[in-house]
C-alpha cells in the first residue's frame, strides 16, 4: 500500500508489529514497541492457589486482545461491561469463534444431509450399508400391495449409502459438540467475573440438542428399519441456536402470539357459517344441471367446517360455491358475508397485524443493537487509547494511533467475522477513518471502526502493459480514442462507483460491440425461424456463427490492451465475457477441426442471449432496478431463510407421515373418490425430502392445495391420532408459513424496496455521504491520478445494516443511554 501510495503511513516492520492477535503473550519488548508505552501490554499477576497455599503467576490480557473481543462483541452487536482478564480467556475465545464458524457450516451440512438420506418408508436394506441403490429400485420393493414400479414418483436425486450418511452425521455432530464444549469453557471465564457469556438455557438447550442428536443416531445405527427419526427436528433446533435464526424465529413467535384475538373471531366465523350451512344444505342431495351434488362440501358438520376452512384460503374459489348458487340465487346472501368477514376483513387484519408486529420486533432489535454496538466500540477505544490526549482537530482529546489500529485489526483478522481488511490495505482503511488526516483517530472517528471492517478494498494497476507502451504513439492515441467517451473526472477502470461517470460506457468500442451483440440476437431469431419450421439450413450458416464467436475474442482482447488483467477481472461482466468467449470460440473449433455436432453450436450460442442482458445494464433504469432487486433479496436473506426451514420442518413431518403412501392403488384409498388422482397431482408427494419441500412450496405460495391435504388425511380413519396428525399437519403448516412467514416475506421485501429505492434518489437524506465514505472517494480520485483503481465493496451485512436503520431505527435518544445492562453483564 505504501508503495502505491506514498502520502500514507508506513506500516510498521513486521518485527515490531503488535501481536494482539496471538494466542500466546508476546515477549515485553514487542509490545512495548507496538503499544509506545513501556511496560503496559503485560502485568503479572500473583494469586494464592486454594488449599495449597502456593503462589500461582497468572498472565493478563492485554490491551489489544481485550479491545479486539470488544470490537468483536460489537460487531455482532453484543457488549459486556468487562472481560476476562486472564491471558488463558484470548486462545478460548478464538478458538471458540472458529469452531463456531465450523458449527454453523456443520448445521447447514446437516440440513442438507436430510435431502440426501435415503426415506424411512423405502429402507430395506439394512445388511448393506455402503452399498449404493436406485432410489425407485429400493424404495418400489417396499411401497403398499398392489403398487407397481412405475407408480413409485422420485426426485430421481442419488441417495448416500446408509453407512455414509450415519458417518457425516457423528462427525457434523462431532463439530458442534466442540463448540459446545468450548461455549462453556469460556462461560467459565465470564463466570469468574461475576458475567455470563450465554445464558443457563441457551447452554441447556444446547446440551439437550446434542445428546438427543447422538441418541437418534446410534439407535438407528442398530436399528436401521426405524419408523420414526427425530433427527430431522433436532437438525432444525440446531439451526435455531444460530443467533440470527434464533432472533428472527422468535420474532415470528413473538408475531403468532399477538394474533391469538383476531384469530379466534376468524375461527368463530368459520364455525358459525359452517353450521349455517350444514343446517341448508345437508339434505340437498339432487344434482345441479351440471351434476355435481348441491351438498357437495356439506355433507355433515365436519365436512362444513373443513370446506368453510378451505374457501377462506380462496383455494377452492369460485369452484366451491357453484353448485349452491347455481341451484338458487339466493345462496349469495348466505356466501357474501362470510366472504365479507373472513377473507376481506379478518384475513387482511391478521396480515396487518402479523407484519406491523414483526416491524416493531426487527425496529426494538435494531435499535437495541446499534446501542450494544456504539458501547462496544467505545469500550474497544478507552482499552486502546493513548495514555496522553494529543491534539486532534484543534483540540487536545483521546486518540488511537495508528500502531495500535494496526494491532487490532491483524488480531481481528484471526475470527471468522465479516473483517474483509487485507494487510496491504490497512492504511487505506485507516485513512477513511481518518478525516484530519493526523495519524490518530478520536473516538468520533473511530465509531465508524465497524462499517469500514465491513467493507472490501482492492487496489489494481489501471492501465494495461500494452497501453502505457503505446502512449504517446499514434497507435497509443487511436486507442485511446477507440476506448474513451471524452467524459471529465478521474479515471476509475472499468467498473467505476456510482458517483463517479464511466469512461469507458458510450465510447466508440463500447457501441461497436453492442452493435455486434444485437446484430447477433437478430441472427439466432433468423436460426430459430429457421429451426422452427423445420427449414433446411444453408452451410454458410456456420461461417457467421463462427464470426460472431471469433468478434467476441478481438473485444475480450482490446480490453485486455486497455485494462491489466487484474483489473478487467475485478468487473463481473467481463469475467462472463471472458469465459463465455472461451466457451463459444472453444465449441466453433471443435466444429471446424473435430466436426463437432452442430445441435451442441447452437446451444451454445444461447449463452450470447444472456450477454444481451448484460449489455442492458447501459440503460441507468434497467440498471438501478436490477441493483435494487439485488439488494433487496439480500437483504430479506433472514426472512426468507425463515420461509425455507419452515418448508424444510414441515415436509421432514411429511415424509415420515405420508411417504410412500400416496398411490392410486393403495387399499387404504380404495373407494375413496380423491380429486388428487383425478387432476394428476401424484408427483406432489412425500416420497423423499426434494418431492416433499416442492409440494410444501407450492401450498405456501398457493396458500392451500386441497387435493394434497385431502388425500393425506384420507390416509387415515376419522378421529383416529394418525387423523388428528393429518389434520394438525396441515392447520399449522398454513398458520406457520401461508398465513405468517411467507405474507412476512412479501410485506417486507415490497418495503425493502421501496426504502432502496428512497436511499438511492440523490434528493434523499438517505443519499447524503458519511464522512468516510467522503474521505474514500477522495482517496480514489488520488490513486486514479497515479494509475491505480480503489475499489470498494461493502459487505452484504453491512448493506442490509444500512437498510434496516433507515427502515426502523428512530433517532438515538442519548438521554435513554439504552445500554440495556440485563444482568448478566452483557448489555
Same mark, same amino acid.
Given at each position: 500500500?505504501?508503495? $502505491? ?44 492457589? =486454594? ?34 482478564? *486472564? ?17 454453523? /457450516? ?19 436394506? *439394512? ?9 425407485? *429400485? ?77 441418541? +437418534? ?26 443467533? /440470527? ?29 359452517? /353450521? ?56 349469495? $346472501? ?47 477505544? +478507552?482499552? $486502546? ?12 482529546? +483521546? ?141 454458410? %450458416? ?20 486497455? /485494462? ?26 471443435? %466444429? ?16 450470447? =442471449? ?140 415490497? +418495503? ?8 438511492? *434518489? ?66
Amino acid at each position: 500500500a505504501q508503495a $502505491l501510495h506514498p502520502t500514507r503511513p508506513t506500516l510498521p516492520p513486521p518485527s515490531s508489529a503488535p501481536p494482539g492477535a496471538a494466542v500466546r503473550a508476546p515477549p515485553q519488548r514487542r509490545a512495548r514497541a507496538a503499544m509506545g508505552k513501556p511496560g503496559t501490554m503485560l502485568k503479572r499477576k500473583s494469586t494464592k492457589t =486454594l488449599g495449597k497455599g502456593l503462589l500461582d503467576e497468572k498472565e493478563e490480557l492485554d490491551s489489544v486482545q481485550v479491545a479486539t473481543m470488544a470490537l468483536h462483541e460489537a460487531m455482532q452487536q453484543r457488549c459486556f461491561e468487562k472481560f476476562p482478564t *486472564d491471558a488463558a480467556a484470548f486462545p478460548i475465545y478464538l478458538q471458540y469463534y472458529q469452531l463456531l464458524s465450523w458449527s454453523h /457450516w456443520a448445521v447447514l451440512g446437516l440440513l442438507v444431509l436430510t435431502i440426501f438420506e435415503p426415506p424411512l418408508w423405502c429402507r430395506s436394506w *439394512d445388511d448393506r450399508y455402503f452399498e449404493i441403490v436406485s432410489p425407485v *429400485d429400493a424404495c418400489s420393493k417396499n411401497a403398499p400391495s398392489g403398487v407397481h414400479k412405475s407408480q413409485v414418483l422420485m426426485s430421481n436425486l442419488p441417495f448416500l449409502p446408509i453407512g455414509y450418511c450415519l458417518l457425516l452425521e457423528y462427525v457434523l455432530l462431532g463439530i458442534i459438540m466442540a463448540r459446545v464444549l468450548y461455549a462453556a469453557r469460556l462461560h467459565q471465564f465470564f463466570k469468574g467475573i461475576g458475567l455470563t457469556y450465554r445464558s443457563n438455557i441457551a447452554m441447556i438447550v444446547d446440551y439437550v440438542m446434542i445428546l438427543l442428536g447422538f441418541c +437418534d443416531a446410534f439407535y438407528f445405527t442398530f436399528f436401521p428399519k426405524a419408523a420414526i427419526r427425530i433427527a430431522p427436528f433436532i437438525r432444525f433446533g440446531l439451526a435455531v441456536t444460530i443467533p /440470527w435464526v434464533n432472533d428472527v424465529v422468535f420474532s415470528f413467535v413473538r408475531v403468532t402470539r399477538k394474533i391469538v384475538t383476531i384469530g379466534v373471531f376468524l375461527i368463530g366465523t368459520i364455525v358459525v357459517f359452517a /353450521w349455517i350451512a350444514a343446517m341448508l344444505f345437508d339434505d340437498m342431495t339432487e344434482k345441479d344441471a351440471n351434476g355435481t351434488p348441491i351438498n357437495q362440501g356439506f355433507e355433515n358438520y365436519g365436512n362444513a367446517v373443513y370446506t368453510m376452512f378451505v374457501t377462506m384460503t380462496t383455494a377452492v374459489l369460485p369452484d366451491v360455491m357453484v353448485p349452491t348458487y347455481q341451484h338458487n340465487r339466493l345462496y349469495l $346472501l348466505f356466501w357474501m358475508p362470510f366472504f365479507l368477514l373472513a377473507i376481506c376483513i379478518f384475513t387482511q387484519v391478521i396480515l396487518a397485524t402479523v407484519y406491523a408486529e414483526y416491524g416493531d420486533q426487527v425496529t426494538e432489535r435494531t435499535k437495541q443493537g446499534h446501542k450494544r454496538r456504539k458501547a462496544g466500540i467505545k469500550a474497544a477505544f +478507552d482499552t $486502546l487509547k493513548h495514555p496522553d490526549k494529543l491534539a486532534k482537530k484543534g483540540k487536545a482529546q +483521546d486518540v488511537v494511533l495508528f500502531q495500535q489500529f494496526v494491532a487490532l485489526v491483524t488480531s481481528l483478522r484471526n475470527f471468522s467475522t465479516n473483517n474483509l481488511i487485507e494487510e496491504q490495505h490497512l492504511s487505506v482503511c485507516f485513512k477513511a477513518l481518518d478525516d484530519d488526516n493526523s495519524e490518530s483517530l478520536c473516538e468520533e472517528e473511530f465509531v465508524d471502526m465497524c462499517s469500514v471492517l465491513q467493507t472490501r478494498f482492492q487496489v489494481t494497476k489501471r492501465d494495461s502493459w500494452v497501453k502505457e507502451h503505446l502512449a504517446g504513439t499514434e497507435y497509443g492515441r487511436l486507442l485511446e480514442r477507440l476506448m474513451s467517451n471524452g467524459a471529465d473526472g478521474p479515471d476509475l477502470g472499468c467498473c467505476p462507483p456510482a458517483w463517479a461517470e464511466s469512461k469507458f460506457i458510450g465510447s466508440p468500442f463500447d457501441i461497436m460491440m453492442n452493435t455486434i451483440l444485437g446484430l447477433n440476437v437478430v441472427w439466432l431469431i433468423v436460426q430459430s425461424v429457421y429451426d422452427l419450421n423445420n427449414i433446411p439450413e444453408h452451410s454458410w %450458416f456456420s461461417a457467421i456463427d463462427m464470426l460472431f464467436s471469433f468478434g467476441y475474442i478481438f473485444e475480450v482482447a482490446i480490453k485486455l490492451c486497455w /485494462w491489466s488483467v487484474t483489473e478487467y477481472w475485478t468487473s463481473n461482466d467481463n469475467r462472463f465475457d471472458f469465459i463465455t468467449t472461451v466457451i463459444l470460440a472453444g465449441a466453433g473449433i471443435a %466444429f471446424v477441426c473435430f466436426d463437432a455436432s452442430r445441435d451442441v453450436i447452437k446451444f451454445l450460442n444461447l449463452l450470447r =442471449l444472456v450477454r444481451l442482458l448484460k449489455a442492458l445494464n447501459n440503460i441507468p433504469t434497467y440498471e438501478e432496478t436490477v441493483q435494487t432487486i439485488s439488494r433487496m433479496v439480500t437483504t430479506c436473506g433472514d426472512v426468507l431463510v425463515m420461509n425455507l426451514l419452515m418448508i424444510y420442518l414441515w415436509s421432514s413431518a411429511g415424509l415420515q407421515l405420508f411417504g410412500g403412501q400416496l398411490f392410486e392403488s393403495n387399499p387404504v384409498l380404495k373407494g375413496e373418490d380423491l380429486d388428487y388422482f383425478s387432476s394428476h397431482f401424484e408427483v406432489y408427494n412425500f416420497n423423499d425430502m426434494i418431492l416433499g419441500m416442492v409440494t410444501m412450496f407450492f401450498v405456501t405460495i398457493t396458500n392451500w392445495t386441497a387435493q394434497v391435504a385431502e388425500v393425506t388425511i384420507a390416509l387415515y380413519e376419522h378421529f383416529t391420532f394418525g387423523w388428528y396428525m393429518a389434520c394438525g399437519f396441515w392447520l399449522t403448516f398454513y398458520v406457520g408459513s401461508p398465513l405468517i412467514a411467507f405474507n412476512v416475506f412479501t410485506a417486507f421485501s415490497i +418495503d425493502v424496496f421501496c426504502k432502496i429505492e428512497e436511499m438511492t *434518489d440523490p434528493d434523499s437524506d438517505g443519499a447524503k455521504k458519511s464522512e468516510v465514505e467522503t474521505n474514500l472517494e477522495r482517496m480514489q480520485s488520488e490513486m486514479a491520478a497515479e494509475g491505480y483503481v480503489l475499489h470498494i465493496e461493502e459487505s452484504a451485512e453491512l448493506q442490509r445494516e444500512k437498510i434496516y436503520k433507515a427502515m426502523f431505527e428512530e433517532e438515538d435518544d442519548d438521554e435513554a443511554g439504552g445500554d440495556g445492562d440485563d444482568g448478566n453483564g452483557e448489555k
